[in-house]
């Protein structure tokens, strides 16, 4: 087959995006297939990697980080010399064209949804009841546009399983996978530091991701004077106000991590890892944490909630309530805990994910759906 994936990515803090489709792209190349990247930048560029060919569109920045595709039919002409089997997008809203140029030459199309709009609305701008017909539209017609789409957890598929069902389109559920090469626990559980709780964050410093509430936590832990230190790995907009917020609280603002093996190692030595974004579709962190072998405590609704049982980890929806989550998780045999999680991590290896995306796009190649449009 001949995969063309299409993203648009947050510059060097890319995170969760770019990990998957880096995984799935070199998933795709190993397992015999072509795969092209297109991304937005700076300029015009190609290159090679193990993930495939990377064809990089000129693009204009959009605010701090984000550059934004705004001429799709430069992307077309890509397209139209890879004659790709398959195109595999990573956007809802600036790559719909792709989509009605895959109809048009019975090439198969698959959006890959990473995020919930009405959640996405709501952690950027604080509001969604007056957005809500907006997103309703725009759901229909991706739905509508796309022969499949592919959700990563039961909370993002709820935002557009009826709408799809309305007009035929199939919703497939494939989780993401982890790294467990890469994230795996210490050797020996290391004893704590004078008996300091050692809590770790780790995730771009932006609303979505909900960095605030984990550092609530750590201020409320502090409060009941718990012996308590949260680092916070990651980088964004809106680390002022969460240095602000922290106060006096032992929380140390380590900035992004660029070497995956040095976070890992970073996650492996701490205790609890807080990843509390109630709007993850997924969570790619909390697995990070998890294959580390630390506990993870969570938001009580979301994506990353499917992936945290009671063996590897707890959840709450507040700073107080997320408290009393670490505290339980902190008071349980170490060894156990670490244990569940490494086992919890390990049920969600990329191959998996990789085996079921390729049937997705074989099934397309071979016979692309026909729907109304």
Same mark, same amino acid.
């Given at each position: ?6 993203? +648009? ?28 990247? /297109? ?16 064809? @990089? ?5 959009? !605010?701090?980080?984000? #550059? ?45 949804? &990473? ?23 725009? +759901? ?8 499949? /789409? ?12 009826? =709408?799809?069902?309305?007009? !035929? ?8 996978? =982890? ?22 964050? *780790?995730? #771009? ?10 550092? $609530?936590?750590? %201020? ?17 907009? &809106? ?6 917020? *922290? ?8 900035? &992004? =991590? ?17 990843? %509390?974004?109630? &709007? ?32 590897? !980890? !707890?959840?709450?929806?507040? $700073? ?5 989550? =670490? ?15 490494? @086992?919890?991590?390990? @049920? ?7 085996? #079921? ?9 071979? #016979? ?6």
């Amino acid at each position: 087959m001949r995969i063309a994936q299409l993203a +648009n990515f947050v510059g060097p803090t890319s995170g969760g995006m770019k990990t998957a489709v880096d995984a799935l792209g070199s998933g795709y190349v190993a397992d015999g297939h072509e795969v092209l990247l /297109v991304v937005p930048g700076p300029t015009d560029a190609r290159w090679s990697t193990s993930s495939g060919e990377v064809v @990089q569109v000129r693009a204009p920045r959009v !605010g701090e980080h984000y #550059r934004l595709i705004v001429e799709p039919w430069r992307v077309l002409d890509v397209l139209e010399d890879f004659a790709p089997t398959s195109v595999e997008v990573h956007d809802k809203t600036t790559l719909l064209p792709v989509a009605r140029w895959a109809r048009r030459r019975d090439v198969a199309s698959v959006l890959f949804s &990473h995020e919930r709009m009405g959640d996405m609305l709501a952690s950027r701008t604080g509001r969604v009841a007056g957005s809500l017909a907006s997103i309703a539209l725009l +759901n229909r017609l991706l739905v509508r546009t796309f022969d499949r /789409v592919v959700v990563t957890s039961e909370y993002a598929r709820s935002e557009l399983a009826g =709408v799809a069902a309305s007009v !035929g389109c199939p919703v497939d559920q494939v989780p993401l996978g =982890v790294d467990l090469d890469t994230f795996r626990p210490m050797a020996s559980v290391e004893p704590r530091d004078r008996g300091v709780l050692r809590l770790v964050h *780790a995730g #771009r410093l932006s609303r979505e991701k909900s960095p605030a509430l984990a550092v $609530a936590t750590a %201020v409320e832990l502090h409060r009941r004077g718990v012996a308590v230190r949260l680092d916070v790995f990651g980088s964004g907009p &809106h680390r002022d106000e969460l240095e602000e917020l *922290a106060g006096d609280a032992p929380v140390v603002f380590r900035g &992004h =991590v660029a070497d995956r093996r040095e976070l890992g190692a970073r996650l492996a030595g701490t205790d609890v890892a807080l990843s %509390v974004s109630p &709007h993850e579709t997924f969570g790619l962190a909390v697995l990070e944490a998890l294959a580390a072998g630390t506990p993870v405590v969570t938001a009580d609704r979301g994506g990353a909630r499917e992936l945290v049982d009671a063996s590897c !980890g !707890g959840w709450g929806h507040d $700073a107080a309530t997320l408290a009393d989550a =670490v505290l339980g998780v902190a008071d349980r045999p170490r060894v156990e805990t670490r244990t569940a999680a490494r @086992q919890r991590a390990e @049920q969600f290896p990329w191959a998996t994910t990789v085996r #079921r995306m390729l049937a997705i796009h074989r099934r397309g190649a071979d #016979r692309p759906l026909v729907r109304a449009g």
